[in-house]
Antibody, heavy 118, light 110 residues
Framework: QVQLVESGGGVVLPGRSLRLSCTASGFIFRIYDLHWVRQAPGKGLEWMTGISSDGSHKTYADSVKGRFTISRDNSNNTLFLQLNSLRAGDTAVYYC???????????WGQGALVTVSS | QSALTQPPSASGSPGQSVTISCTGTSSDVGGYNYVSWYQQHPGKAPKLMIYEVSKRPSGVPDRFSGSKSGNTASLTVSGLQTEDEADYYCSSYAGSDNLVFGGGTKLTVL
């Protein structure tokens, strides 16, 4: 069965960096686009970034462009999100999600909580 | 991009039907047939219920249906069941490799 498992969340000081990982199993990783979506506590969903199946094309929401970087390792079925210059407003649960096409997300991980606080 | 507009709440009794709206602009909902709907129970990850306006993934009951008219998309849940109580989010492609979500609607089954 399809599984996406995020890791790397935690508490981080403002201005510091963090790298999230999303390990996939149960499907052919290298043929799917992948995305990161976040959800601040008690708030709605916010699309962050996406990456094409071969990693050649990356897209970002304006709110994180220049601070967050998406990447993937198709040899190890892993998606990454590098979060730099973190702010309190970046506190959220970060989900990785599979994109089968048409800008929908058919499988999601359980989420990784990132808390930015001094 | 601004978030799509959803009503904060909706409700219905078991067996009834309820429709949740999702209003955008001609640059997102009205411009593309890439509207999706997600169901999220408390503490859980979102689940895809509808994609490309009206298509249902395998395993989603046919009680869930989607439609679009102009800049407004809608999710209808027919024959409400207690397990349908959850938050529902719409999303739409907004051009230039961007996706926008709605603010979410809390569906209560009375």
């Amino acid at each position: 069965q399809v599984q996406l498992v995020e890791s790397g969340g935690g508490v981080v000081l403002p201005g510091r960096s963090l790298r999230l990982s999303c390990t996939a199993s149960g499907f052919i990783f290298r043929i799917y686009d992948l995305h990161w979506v976040r959800q601040a506590p008690g708030k709605g969903l916010e699309w962050m970034t996406g990456i094409s199946s071969d990693g050649s094309h990356k897209t970002y929401a304006d709110s994180v462009k220049g601070r967050f970087t998406i990447s993937r390792d198709n040899s190890n079925n892993t998606l990454f999100l590098q979060l730099n210059s973190l702010r309190a407003g970046d506190t959220a649960v970060y989900y990785c999600a599979r994109g089968p096409g048409g800008w929908s997300f058919d499988y999601w991980g359980q989420g990784a909580l990132v808390t930015v606080s001094s | 991009q601004s978030a799509l507009t959803q009503p904060p709440s909706a409700s219905g009794s078991p067996g009834q039907s309820v429709t949740i709206s999702c209003t955008g602009t001609s640059s997102d909902v009205g411009g593309y047939n890439y509207v999706s709907w997600y169901q999220q129970h408390p503490g859980k990850a979102p689940k895809l219920m509808i994609y490309e306006v009206s298509k249902r993934p395998s395993g989603v009951p046919d009680r869930f249906s989607g439609s679009k008219s102009g800049n407004t998309a809608s999710l209808t849940v027919s024959g409400l069941q207690t397990e349908d109580e959850a938050d529902y989010y719409c999303s739409s492609y907004a051009g230039s490799d961007n996706l926008v979500f709605g603010g979410g609607t809390k569906l209560t089954v009375l």
